[in-house]
């Protein structure tokens, strides 16, 4: 069973920057696309950025040029920098990880909360 630990949610002023970090658990091999999505009560979920193994990216147009994704493959762990955060950044941020067998999982989300 993979498990995904998701940290680095909070509350932080307009324009400031809060780094999130999800750790798959270890000895999982196989991961191959690493992403965060983001959803807000009673709407769609949105992509807001992949990373896959050999480290190409993928980014919503809302958030290029602000955030950044990166990833750990010794730690099965990543990392989504966000900087310049405005308050329609703010909502609920899910991990999730797609393995070369097709499996996909979740994690359980960190609440991003930007307001002064």
């Known amino acids: 069973q993979v498990q995904l630990v998701e940290s680095g949610g909070g509350l932080v002023q307009p324009g400031g920057s809060l780094r999130l970090s999800c750790a798959a658990s270890p000895g999982i091999f196989g991961i191959n696309v690493m992403s965060w999505y983001r959803r807000a009560p009673g709407s769609e979920g949105e992509l807001v950025a992949l990373i896959t193994r050999d480290g190409s990216t993928n980014y919503a147009d809302s958030v290029k040029g602000r955030f950044t994704i990166t990833r750990d493959n010794a730690k099965n762990t990543v990392f989504l920098q966000m900087n310049s955060l405005k308050p329609e950044d703010a909502t609920e941020y899910y991990c999730?990880?797609?393995?070369?067998?097709?499996?996909?999982?979740w994690g359980q989300g960190t609440q991003v909360t930007v307001s002064s």
């Open positions: 999730h990880v797609k393995l070369d067998s097709g499996a996909d999982y």
